[in-house]
């Protein structure tokens, strides 16, 4: 069976895109989300993956937090509008780091949980994916796990699983743009 090292970008959006990945190969889990913002959102986030993991019996990695390298990475992006540049290239930076562990640690194909959301584009998620696949010489699983009513089905297997959802997407921009649309 292929290896295929997962990026999960939280507890959420995780046992839906396992149940679907884990009849075809060895799935491992990569939480690295830098993008998370505050800290504390991200140690929930993160504390939720771990739970999940145990329950599912599911080996999941867990990168450094090195939220300044993710600021630097989107500066001058900061005003974009969610599904923008600054989304782009937060994909392409938390996905690079997966491909970097794929490739250091032998696995055939990566994909990432990101396309279950339907606040996010999976056009650009999957752009950014096949373009490093191309860098790195590994596969990229370009999935929309939404399609078929997954993002249904996915908040309902993470309901009964005792998974909270999040309000917002991750960094503090989409926060601030969260808070902004509620006060309108
Ligand atoms: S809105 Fe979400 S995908 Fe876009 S930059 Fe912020 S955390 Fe990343």
Redesign the pocket.
Known sequence: MKKLLLHVCCGPCSPYVLQMLRGDFQVSGFFYNP??QPGREYEFRRLEVARLAEKLAWPVVYAPYDMREWFAA?RG?EH?P???R??A???RFRLEKAFRHAREHGFDAVAST?SISPY?ATAQINEQGLALAREYGIEFLAENFKKRDGWRAAREQAAALGVRHQE????A??KA?RLLRLRK
Do not use: P, T
């Open positions: 993008n998370i989107v992006l974009e969610e599904r923008g600054r989304c290239v937060c994909f990101l996010k917002y997407c991750g960094c921009f989409s743009e």
